[in-house]
């Protein structure tokens, strides 16, 4: 089993610009979640989904997008990057929110 | 909203003293689950507690959830430099199906 997968893993944007950062994982399950980790700041949740078709916002939601059309995947969207954005990026996945998440690799972005 | 707070932010020891860190949170919590996370790393799952005043062992770590399930802490034993990381709590509270993740205690152990 690959776990949680993310893609990429490192970016560079220009500020303005759009991007989609990929989560899949194949542990079939109904929990997944998007944080961004800043320094001093811990894990903050931006959005997550207790299973496919359903969302909502976490903590930091604004100037992201997210949707759940299956199980597996849980991309996460910057419609407009701004430096403020500039981050890393985890996502994490579990049977069930109480259950212990587990988490990709993240993706370390850089906005410009 | 629901917030997680940890104290201290930063605690720099000597190998072989002990280590402890402290989870607070506004809300009454379900239950809370501790990580930790190697630099450069991601977090990886430690344990989890359910139960008002429960007390749960890992060889030198032993971890509390308060009675009123809004506070938790975490105590390390002699501390290995295998041990350095960021340590972080997270919960959930009230209705919401939202896990929160304390600001986390960043450890450094000298050799």
């Known amino acids: 089993n690959a776990g949680v997968t993310q893609t990429p893993k490192f970016q560079v944007l220009k500020t303005g610009q759009s991007m989609t950062l990929q989560c899949a994982q194949d542990m079939n399950h109904e929990y997944m979640s998007w944080y961004r980790q800043d320094p001093g700041m811990g894990l903050r949740l931006i959005h997550y989904s207790v299973g496919a078709g359903i969302t909502d916002q976490g903590e930091v939601p604004n100037g992201y997008n997210v949707s759940r059309s299956t199980t597996e995947d849980f991309p996460l969207r910057l419609l407009s990057a701004a430096p403020s954005q500039t981050s890393v990026y985890f996502c994490?996945?579990?049977?069930?929110?109480?259950?212990?998440?587990?988490f990709g690799d993240g993706t370390r972005l850089s906005i410009l | 909203g629901q917030q997680v707070m940890q104290i201290p932010q930063y605690q720099h020891v000597q190998e072989g003293e002990d280590f402890t860190t402290y989870c607070n949170s506004s809300?009454?919590?379900?239950?809370i689950q501790w990580y930790k996370q190697r630099p450069g790393g991601h977090p990886v799952f430690l344990i989890q507690?359910?139960?008002?005043?429960e007390v749960k062992k890992q060889k030198r770590l032993t971890f509390q959830f308060g009675e009123a399930k809004k506070n938790s802490s975490l105590h390390i034993t002699a501390t290995q430099t295998t041990d350095v990381g960021t340590y972080f709590c997270?919960?959930?509270?009230?209705?919401?199906?939202?896990?929160?993740f304390g600001t986390g205690t960043l450890l450094a152990v000298q050799p």
């Open positions: 507690l359910v139960k008002s005043g």
């Open positions: 994490a996945s579990s049977y069930q929110g109480t259950q212990p998440q587990h």
């Open positions: 997270a919960g959930k509270g009230g209705a919401t199906n939202k896990l929160i």
């Open positions: 809300t009454t919590l379900s239950n």
